[in-house]
């Protein structure tokens, strides 16, 4: 069965500086991989997918995400953060054959320091 | 536009009551979900439904049931029976088989509050 670890709970990060959120999944094939954040009593929303082809995928608000087969990592990144990224990220994996449901992280929650 | 709608935004429910929370889809999804999500604790499953009329059990069914009589709707009532059902609830839909648009929509969920 697959899993997910994001081993950051809470990230601060100032504004105007990079970003990196990290994500390690366990799977034994090349797995679907999901980023999704989450605003305060709100919905997951999509940010990014991988399924297969480039490694590095683009995403929406600026972030991208690069899949590291070897390191089993799902990283997500954005080169310059606003306050509006404050939220809460999720990292999922999902099984590339047949009926499975996707798997997510425990989450992480970014905040933005002025 | 398509999306899921999940209704009411806040439901408050008595000790000893049932309550239903509503899940709607128009994105012609077969896969629907439910999740429950607690602080620090990331979003656990409840239900889940592949098809109409089809429904499995995830990691956290007990005290919750689900009915999935159309496409397009999957509600949860919560039961007496749940002990601490004090949680935010989302609903999410997808296609059934893995493809380029496979992926989960998520509704903008129910926050249920014990009084």
């Known amino acids: 069965a697959q899993s997910v670890t994001q081993p950051d709970i809470h990230i601060t990060v100032s504004e105007g500086a990079s970003l990196e959120l990290r994500c390690n999944y366990s799977?034994?094939?090349?797995?679907?991989l999901f980023w999704y954040v989450q605003s305060p009593g709100q919905g997951l929303q999509l940010l990014l997918k991988y399924f297969s082809g480039d490694t590095l995928v683009q995403g929406i608000k600026g972030f991208e995400a690069e899949f590291k087969r070897s390191q089993s990592s799902f990283n997500l990144r954005k080169p310059s953060v606003h306050w509006s990224d404050a939220a809460e990220y999720f990292c999922?994996?999902?099984?590339?054959?047949?009926?499975?449901?996707?798997?997510f992280g425990t989450g992480t929650r970014l905040l933005v320091s002025p | 536009d398509g999306g899921i709608t999940q209704s009411p935004k806040y439901l408050f429910r008595k000790e000893g009551q049932n309550v239903t929370l509503s899940c709607e889809q128009n994105l012609n999804h077969d896969a629907m979900y439910w999740y429950r999500q607690d602080p620090g604790q990331g979003l656990r499953l409840i239900y889940y439904s592949q098809i109409v009329n089809d429904f499995q059990k995830g990691d956290i069914a007990e005290g919750y049931s689900v009915s999935r009589e159309k496409k397009e709707s999957f509600p949860l009532t919560v039961t007496s029976a749940q002990k601490n059902p004090t949680a935010f609830y989302l609903c999410?839909?997808?296609?059934?088989?893995?493809?380029?648009?496979?992926?989960?929509?998520f509704g903008s969920g129910t926050r249920l509050t014990v009084v």
């Open positions: 799977y034994g094939a090349t797995p679907y």
């Open positions: 999410a839909s997808s296609i059934r088989y893995r493809g380029e648009s496979y992926g989960y929509t």
């Open positions: 999922a994996v999902g099984a590339n054959t047949g009926f499975q449901k996707l798997v």
